[in-house]
DNA sequence: CCGCGGGCCTGAGAGC
DNA sequence: TGCTCTCAGGCCCGCG
């Protein structure tokens, strides 16, 4: 579920919980979570501190005093509370008030600050990772992802340079992870939509014959900024999972102006589209055929 | 090398 | 109320 938005979201959350604090008994209730834990998972982390909580695209980034890396990824469901460690909760109590699914309470780390982080993760796409913190670029998972799209090597030069070559459409080279970081369905719909770009073009055009940004180029690049922005804002998008670790929602779904709104007209003022789903490369695609070009 | 589709999981919602 | 089917925000990997 989480995108850029929503893991920025969560990392605001747990920073002041395990920024400069020590992992004082960490509790794993599973062997796995899309993978198995790391051996020796628990003893690698207790007793060390965390020197400072990093994003790169999806994941999370814990910089510890053993000189590793703890890598985590919400995958589609996964979710961090924070609490007071004083006030005794049953794991999960508050988590998702309306069912109880502490039975998805996989990881919680006990912290030297006072508060207590759990995991809850009910698909178990998400995963914790552990490596060398030299090892780092050369992770797997880390390896070959593009710039990440809020900072300044993000531009109209680096996207239409990296997709010029491209033969597939504007929405799949967007949610290419080496192409830009951290972008997902929402975000790539509701980009494309802001910048009038059809999600069906292809890549390439994105550039001219001599690999130079098109004024549309220009255009997606600052919708990218702005839908990120927005949605970092409002505490990213709750659909189904996603919390903020206070267990509070992100509201940046009532901003939605194409995605899960099929069927309804299209908000771009004297525009008489109606919206649409499609289905590109597996994955829903929603935008205003009209005014999309 | 590149693009696509499968598979990893559970739960929610639709349709019967 | 209940069963079955489809679909969901991500990502790696193997296939053609």
Redesign the pocket.
């Known amino acids: ?3 850029l938005p ?1 893991v920025e979201t969560v990392r605001r959350g747990l920073e002041p919980a395990l920024e400069g604090a020590r992992f004082t008994k960490v509790l794993v209730r599973r062997p ?1 979570l ?1 993978f198995p834990f790391p051996k020796n998972f628990t003893k690698r982390l207790t007793g060390k501190s965390v020197i400072g909580l990093g994003r790169r ?3 999370m980034l814990a910089d510890l005093s053993s000189g590793e890396v703890l890598i985590m ?1 919400l ?3 996964g979710s961090f509370r924070v609490t007071q460690s004083d006030l005794q909760q049953t794991p999960g109590q508050f988590h998702h008030p309306r ?1 109880d ?1 502490s ?2 309470d996989h990881v919680v780390f006990e912290m030297s600050s006072g508060w207590t982080v759990t995991f809850n993760d ?4 998400g995963f914790m990772l552990l490596t060398a913190r030299a090892e780092l670029e050369n992770d ?3 390896r070959g992802i593009g710039p990440e799209p809020l900072g300044n090597s993000f531009d109209a030069e680096t996207l239409a340079h990296a997709c010029r ?5 504007v929405k ?1 080279a967007l ?3 080496k192409i830009v970081a951290g ?4 975000y790539v719909c509701e980009a494309l939509y802001r910048a009038h770009i059809s999600p069906k073009r292809l ?1 390439s055009t994105l550039a001219t014959k001599k690999g130079e940004p098109t004024a549309d180029t220009f255009r997606l690049v600052d919708a990218v900024k702005y839908v990120l922005n927005e949605a970092i804002k409002a505490g ?7 919390r903020q670790t206070t267990g509070e929602l ?1 509201y940046f779904q009532h901003s939605f102006r194409v995605y899960d709104r099929q069927g309804e007209a299209c908000l771009t003022p004297r525009c008489k589209g109606k919206i649409r789903r499609i289905v590109q ?4 695609t929603f935008y205003c055929p009209v005014c999309q070009r």
Not at 183 to 186: A, E, K, R, S, T
């Open positions: 579920m989480p995108e929503e796995d899309r695209a999806k994941y990824h995958g589609m469901s069912s699914n039975k998805h009910p698909r178990r796409f797997p998972f880390l070559n491209k033969k597939t459409s799949a949610l290419d992870q972008l997902g369905n929402i890549a990213g998008s709750s659909l189904r999972d996603h992100g490369t597996g994955r829903s």
